[in-house]
């Protein structure tokens, strides 16, 4: 049963077989097959080229293309002209793998500060591929290289570049001096903007920038414009003839100082350059010459004087002489100058000397007093007194006459116990001479009368007597001229 079966499959598969040649046979043909890309289109941005009144110039690159029919190659812009408006523009170029540009001739005039965006898109029969949206701001200024300027207020300020895209609504602002919205200067061509340096109270030496701004209710635009180091600028004092206890008031723009500039704002008085101040005492000024003074200052970068002279009061020959119209050598003298102070509040105090058509002596000053001065060993004669310092020396137009002390009286002469004696000889009234008893303790001072001296002899005096006659020195010794009366 299992055989029999076995020969009928066998011969059922060979007539199937022998069926089916022929039909196999007739179908054998060959087939081409065709591959379609149908992958994304790829398309991107790039960085804007011009951007002006004339021109927008917009870079791109196709970085991949497919099979499909392409219907439209173009530009999308959105608030350009107004916040919302989109603007869709067939760049009607052919597009091909690689990078492209396409320009555009904008309906208005570009404004410096304005933001949009755009984007590329290529429309097919299948598919819509586009770039990422590129967003822009319009600036397009462009400044030449300056560096630091150094500025003193009421200085223009001139920077070279291009400002094509900058009109009458913008405005320099430099906030460190707090100062804003200052007026801008543009040449015929644009390529110079200036404005003139605020006259602030700022400081000397300090670093600012100067930003241009556009102000408006809908938009706000800023660029650096250039970086400035502020000078100080004086100006000339009011008053012109000082005397040496007052102070000469200077005031200035951008005139406070920072140290670590090394006092570069420096104030110029007469051949001596100082730091400067507000206020200048001229009783702190060393080293004065004359008492007129030419005056200005630097401050960096500028050297200024001042037209004309400021002038350091004098005093005249009527304001000072000494006390005594009379001395001797050897004694003390005082000055008399009620407005000294007003005259000479000075380190350097003036020195006093005594004048004649020959000779020049100069006093020596008390320890104790300012207004005593001492008399040295002088010659005999009529002098002048001079008051000397390094703002002029000035003369008294009274004199003092120095004369030798000298006196005379009879010799031999008898008296008797509280008889006045009056001797004779160029004493200067009321000036205090010593009587002086040799060989014991009696000394006693009279002041004299004119070329007399008178006193009285006291009990001790019996016998033979003899008597000293003279004066007491500045050095606190006495002084005896000649031979003892007896």
């Known amino acids: 049963m299992l055989y029999i079966t076995q020969r009928y499959s066998l011969w059922g598969a060979f007539i199937l077989m022998t069926t089916l040649h022929p039909i196999l046979s007739s179908c054998t043909k060959e087939y081409k097959t065709t591959y379609v890309d149908i992958s994304p289109i790829m398309i991107a941005n790039s960085p804007m080229g011009e951007i002006s009144a004339e021109q927008f110039i917009f870079h791109g690159v196709i970085q991949k293309l497919n099979d499909e029919n392409i219907q439209e190659f173009g530009l999308i812009i959105r608030g350009l002209d107004a916040p919302d408006e989109e603007i869709t523009i067939d760049m009607g170029m052919v597009p091909k793998i690689g990078p492209f540009q396409y320009s555009y001739k904008p309906k208005n005039k570009p404004e410096l500060g304005k ?3 755009y984007y590329f898109y290529i429309k097919t029969d299948r598919s819509y591929a586009k770039s990422v949206v590129y967003y822009q701001t319009i600036d397009g200024i462009k400044i030449n290289a300056m560096g630091t300027l150094l500025q003193a207020a009421g200085d223009t300020v001139r ?3 291009d400002f094509s895209k900058v009109d009458e609504r913008y405005s320099v602002d430099i906030k460190e001096l707090k100062a804003y919205q200052i007026p801008i200067v543009l040449n015929k061509e644009k390529t110079e903007l200036s404005f003139v340096m605020p006259a602030t109270l700022g400081t000397h030496n300090a670093n600012v920038s100067a930003i241009l701004n556009r102000y408006e209710s809908t938009t706000f635009y800023s660029h650096a414009l250039v ?5 100080g600028h004086l100006k000339a004092p009011s008053m012109r003839t000082y ?10 723009v951008n005139s406070y ?3 670590n500039y090394n006092n570069s704002l420096r104030v110029i008085i007469g051949d001596q350059t100082i730091p400067y101040q507000r206020e200048i005492s001229l009783s702190n000024l060393k080293n004065l010459k004359g008492n007129t003074l030419r005056i200005g200052y630097l401050n960096g970068r500028d050297s200024v004087m001042f037209p004309g002279v400021i002038t350091i009061a004098r005093a005249t020959g009527d304001l000072f002489h000494l006390t005594a119209k009379e001395a001797h050598p050897n004694t003390v003298v005082r000055l008399q100058f009620d407005d000294f102070n007003k005259f000479y509040y000075n380190q350097e105090v003036p020195t006093l000397s005594l004048t004649n058509s020959s000779k020049h002596y100069m006093l020596k000053r008390s320890v104790h007093d300012y207004e005593e001065y001492y008399l040295d060993n002088i010659p005999e004669a009529n002098y002048t007194l001079q008051l000397n310092h390094a703002i002029g020396n000035i003369a008294s137009n ?3 006459q120095v004369k030798p002390f000298q006196w005379s009286a009879k010799k031999n002469s008898e008296h008797y116990i509280g008889d006045m004696i009056s001797i004779s000889g160029n004493f200067i009234a009321g000036y205090p001479y010593t009587i002086k008893l040799e060989n014991s303790d009696y000394e006693n001072e009279f002041r004299a009368e004119k ?3 008178t006193f009285q002899i006291p009990n001790i005096a019996m016998g033979q007597t003899s008597w000293k006659i003279g004066y007491k020195q500045y050095n606190g010794q006495l002084y005896f001229p000649s031979d003892p009366l007896k």
């Open 115 to 117: 933001q949009f965006s």
């Open 159 to 161: 920077i070279q570049g």
């Open 227 to 231: 970086d400035i180091r502020t000078l």
């Open 243 to 252: 005397y040496l206890n007052e102070s000469i008031n200077l005031e200035g």
């Open 257 to 259: 100082q920072i140290n």
């Open 398 to 400: 009274k004199m003092i």
């Open 451 to 453: 070329d007399k001296l």
